[in-house]
Every structure is written in C-alpha cells, then in structure tokens.
C-alpha cells in the first residue's frame, strides 16, 4: 500500500473515530426519523416499516424467498461501523454469519459490544483490516454495502471486488448515498430543495445547534476542498456508482429511494418536526410524497438500493460487455467524453479477448 493511500485511510479511521466517540444527541438527520425511515422502507418493500434500512433487508428476503434459497451461508460488509445493519440481517434470519471490515477501533468496539448484548457474537466477527488486499476471490455468498460505498476512493474497483469475491449464485446488497460527487448538488436539486425551505413556517428553521438563528432558506453547494479535509473519504465518487453496479451487475435491481427533499432540504430542519403532532407528520409526510414527485419528474436521486445475483463467470462476462457497450455509446453521443469512451472501447476489446481465450 503506499503511504499516500495508507496516511487517507489513517485520517478516515480517526475521522469515524471522532465523530463515534462525539455521537449527536439532536434529531438532525433523516436516519433519525421514523417518519422518514417508514417511507423510504416503503420504496423499497412496498410496505412501512421503520428500522433503519429495513426495507432493502426485506426486499432482500423477497428474492431468497422468490428464489427457494435459505439463509445465506457467508456474509462480508465494507465500512460497515458498529455493524447494527448487518445484525439485522442475522436476526430475520437472512444471513449465517459475517465478516465486517472496518478502520474505526472505536465502531468495532461498539459493534462487539452490540453483538454480545444481541446474542450474536458467534455470528459476526469484526476485523481492522483491508478487505480489498485480504479476501481471495469467490469467498462470499453476499456483499454487503450500506452508505460505505461512497467512502471508498476507487467506486471502480469496490463494485470490480464485490463481484470478484462472490461464488457464483452470489449476490450483491446495496443501500447507499449514489448523489453527486462531494456534494456538488445539481442545479434543479438546488431549486427544489431550496424551494422546499422558502414555504416551510419560520420555525422549522430554527438552527436546532442555535435557536437564537435561522437557518437558511437558500440551499448551496459546500466547497469540496473543505469537506474533503473534513472527512477524505466523503462522497470521493458517489456519482460513479450506479453506472459501476451496472457495468459489472448489469441485471441489478435498482431501486431509486430519492433524498432531495428528506436530505438536502431537510437536514437539520428535521429535528423542528414534532413526528408525534399529527400536523407536523401530516406536514413531513407531505414533503416526502413531494420527494417522490422529483424521482418521478426525473430529478436525479440521492440515494438507491441495488440487489443483483452474480451469474457464472462466463454469463457475467457477456452481460458486462454489453454494458460496456451501452456505456461507451453514451459517451460518444453526449460528446466531451471521447477519452473515457476509447478507454470503455479498450476495456472490451480486452474483454472480448478474454471470453475468446485469445
């Protein structure tokens, strides 16, 4: 590993380090919210149910269901913290056991904590170490993936691994931030979010940190260099990874869950919504049919769910190509993307070469 690469992930692991040990005690994010975890679960499942990221879980137990497959034997999560998503998955019985990596001493020791106090300490083992350079290939029945695949550096080549290292039949989890890049929000997500703040009643834009303040109605970008020495790891190459899942899983299951409104808009306002009012949730769950609106209109979506089944190696590789394909036309249509089209184009006469056996 080379030093530059080893000294980001040093500063990744006492980034997650401190913000563990400093946890918030205000209702800020959309995660906190039950109102906002039943409708996001919804999307995913078709039906409300508020544990966080239980709707994919379920929709993940569907096609085991769909498919005649009992539990699956072998699990591994990336970046997976404290490791309470992937106990949720052990205890509807979706999953045998796992292997969570992750560089937080402070998140692993809370995790181990969390299993002891669950009963599954036998059925998940956490590990501080890399899981790119320690997993050989097909050792694992499902890849895990929750808001960890847009910390990693190389998009590319995480999505490349979690298909090198499951067996055939295998399959692919996904639940995660798939917005733009460091934040750099497009220009309708700006007008709508911002749109969102400028009706909503002067109190639900009280800073929750302040109250003496407002916050404001405008939404603008951060600026990347900021939030990079803030957290290196932040949305590196968010924006890459749906079109790596569908490059290398070209069959994925994507489900657009929306974040417009429920994470830029709302952020921080969330915590002004008293979820026990009937109003205020008669209000929130306005704003989040609203979200779907702009899913539905075409305005690009924060956050997906993807599920996919690894084929055989040589269907894959045939499926992947195609995608290739599709990929490197888009290129050459949208023009100012010819580099990176001949690059698509190389990759496939490599690719092409190697079902050959040439």
């Not at 749906?242 to 069959?251: E, G, K, R």
């Amino acid at each position: 590993m080379g030093k530059a690469l080893q000294d980001s992930r040093d500063r990744v692991a006492a980034h997650w380090d401190g913000v563990t040990v400093a946890a918030p005690t205000l209702r800020t994010r959309f995660w906190q919210s039950p109102t906002i975890r039943a409708h996001i679960n919804r999307r995913c499942c078709g039906f409300e149910c508020e544990g966080e990221s239980e709707g994919a879980a379920r929709r993940l137990g569907a096609l085991l269901e769909r498919s005649g497959r009992g539990p699956l034997p072998r699990a591994v999560s990336v970046g997976g913290g404290s490791g309470h998503k992937e106990m949720l998955l052990l205890r509807l019985g979706l999953v045998e056991r796992f292997d969570l990596f992750e560089l937080s001493k402070e998140r692993i020791r809370l995790g181990r904590e969390a299993a002891r106090a669950a009963g599954l300490e036998q059925r998940i083992t956490f590990r501080e170490q890399d899981a790119f350079e320690c997993v050989g290939p097909e050792s694992y029945d499902l890849v895990h993936w929750n808001n960890a695949l847009h910390h990693m550096f190389d998009v590319e080549a995480a999505v490349a691994w979690s298909h090198r290292v499951l067996v055939p039949g295998g399959v692919f989890y996904m639940d995660d931030f798939v917005g733009p890049s460091r934040f750099q929000w497009d220009e309708p997500m700006l007008r709508a979010a911002s749109a969102i703040r400028v009706q909503l009643p002067e109190r639900f834009l009280r800073d929750p940190k302040d109250p003496s303040r407002s916050l404001p109605r405008e939404i603008k970008r951060p600026n990347p260099e900021t939030l990079a020495r803030h957290d290196p790891s932040e949305a590196v190459q968010s924006s890459r990874i749906q079109s790596a899942v569908l490059t290398h899983f070209p069959d994925a299951d994507l489900i657009l869950t929306g974040g417009v409104v429920y994470q830029l808009a709302l952020s921080d306002v969330i915590a002004n919504f008293d979820e026990s009012d009937p109003e205020d949730r008669a209000r929130l769950e306005g704003l989040l049919l609203a979200d779907d609106a702009l899913v539905e209109a075409g305005v690009p979506s924060l956050y997906a769910v993807a599920l996919a089944i690894r084929s055989s190696p040589e269907v894959g590789a045939l499926r992947r190509l195609r995608a290739r394909t599709r990929g490197a036309a888009a290129d050459f249509v949208s023009g100012g993307g010819v580099q990176r089209a001949r690059r698509r184009l190389s990759g496939l006469v490599k690719g092409v070469r190697g079902i050959a056996g040439a």
